[in-house]
């Protein structure tokens, strides 16, 4: 199993949830909330108002999220849904559990309690420039403030 922090679409109530829940994905389980350790710029862009992290690390804020065990097969499932390497590059980041839910080793609850754990998140160095001078967000939610509405594949 591996360590997936997501930011964006695949969060507990927002649109893409979905595919985490989809065992025929694989599997996805919900261990806890975090932020990143490093601070990061998490922009809305594009026609299709998507939500990422741009990799430029002490820039922006702490970005809020959930953490997730993964199998392999969910692991190979995000790197297609992100477009990776393309559009999203999948990175490991030092995550700051804020509330823990996992069940794991003693390894792992023994990390969670210490506070910071490794995870894979999908942010991105492929980005125009001009993204840099949008708004940064600490935080992903769809029917934000923003008014800047995902629009979901299958209506593009």
Known sequence: MARVFV????KKGQPNYKHM???????????????????YPLVIAG?????????????GHHVAGEIYSVDEQMLQFLDEFEGCPDMYQRTLMR?????????GGAGEARAAAEG???CFVYS???????????????SYDSSGKHGLSYVLRESR
């Open 7 to 10: 930011y964006g679409t695949l």
């Open 47 to 59: 026609k299709y108002n998507i939500p990422y992290m741009l990799n430029i690390p002490g820039t």
């Open 21 to 39: 829940i989809n065992t025929a994905k694989g599997l996805a389980k919900f261990q806890g909330r975090g932020r990143t350790v490093e601070k």
């Open 124 to 138: 991105t160095a492929t980005y125009p420039p001009e993204w840099v001078g949008l708004p940064y967000y600490d």
């Open 95 to 103: 995550i700051q559990v804020v509330e823990w839910e996992g069940k």
């Open 116 to 118: 910071v754990l490794e």
